[in-house]
């Protein structure tokens, strides 16, 4: 039998402490009625300290930014003050609603697993990362997992990431690849969410599947909805000129 991760594991004890819970009907339970109560399938709270796995939701002070204006941005790693281990993640509401092989030649000409996959924008820093998840939300094998189910890659691991396609591990839509990330030195990053550039989000593992899985244009209103009060508040305001 497969056991769930310990991501998920911590962050749902977590979001019981916040999230309202709900009924629902359940054979196996040991209630009398058969039901039991547990966490939506999509929630989000926030949290006062960034963390891997969590979310950079941008605020109000970011509007009229070209870059990261209404963003929400997948933090891969919080990093340190080690010089060479900032924080840095992707953008996931930026879709460019094309494929690999309609901008990559080398993809387009040859026989390549990776032809079909969507192509994002994640962030100004000129690399390239690619996610993947798997819809059980089991690991995969070899990657770093970020959130249940969903890992993370670089232009160095794709022959690994070809293999698990090849085989049918994984299938096409299950990766997103992202031109571009975004970084920052720790401080920074601490500074920005100090004066207000961002609200630090722990999101639920379906949230995060399904904005892979599906159009994330929406997500920025989605995840502050889902938080509720003053931010479900501005997820309705209309978008302020930054300058």
């Not at 339970?29 to 939506?40: E, I, K, N, R, S």
């Not at 924080?87 to 040859?110: A, E």
């Not at 990362?129 to 890659?153: A, Q, Y």
Request: glycine letters at 8%; a negative charge.
């Amino acid at each position: 039998m497969y056991v769930p991760s310990n991501l998920s594991y911590w962050r749902d004890v977590r979001a019981s402490f916040v999230i309202p819970k709900v009924q629902t009907i359940d054979a196996n339970a040991t209630a009398l009625d058969g039901t039991v109560h547990c966490l939506p399938r999509k929630w989000a709270h926030s949290i006062p300290m960034p963390e891997s796995g969590c979310v950079l939701v941008a605020t109000e002070e970011l509007d009229g930014n070209g870059t990261f204006e209404r963003t929400v941005i997948l933090l891969l790693r919080s990093g340190s003050r080690d010089a060479y281990d900032g924080p840095f993640g992707v953008i996931l509401n930026r879709p460019l609603y094309t494929k690999m092989k309609h901008v990559n030649p080398s993809f387009r000409n040859q026989a390549t697993p990776f032809s079909d996959c969507s192509l994002f924008f994640g962030g100004p820093v000129d690399m390239s990362v690619f996610l993947m998840r798997t819809t059980d939300g089991r690991p995969i094998k070899g990657f770093e997992e970020v959130s249940p189910g969903v890992c993370f890659g670089f232009r160095t691991d794709l022959e690994k990431a070809s293999g698990f396609l090849k085989n049918g591990v994984l299938k096409p839509e299950d990766l997103n690849f992202y031109v571009g990330y975004s970084a920052w030195d720790y401080d920074q990053l601490l500074s920005e969410i100090d004066q207000g550039y961002w609200h630090v989000t722990s999101c639920s593992s379906g949230l995060i599947s399904d904005a892979l899985a599906r159009d994330p244009s929406c997500l920025w209103t989605e995840v502050l909805k889902l938080m509720g009060g003053q931010y479900a508040e501005l997820s309705q305001k209309p978008k302020e000129d930054g300058s």
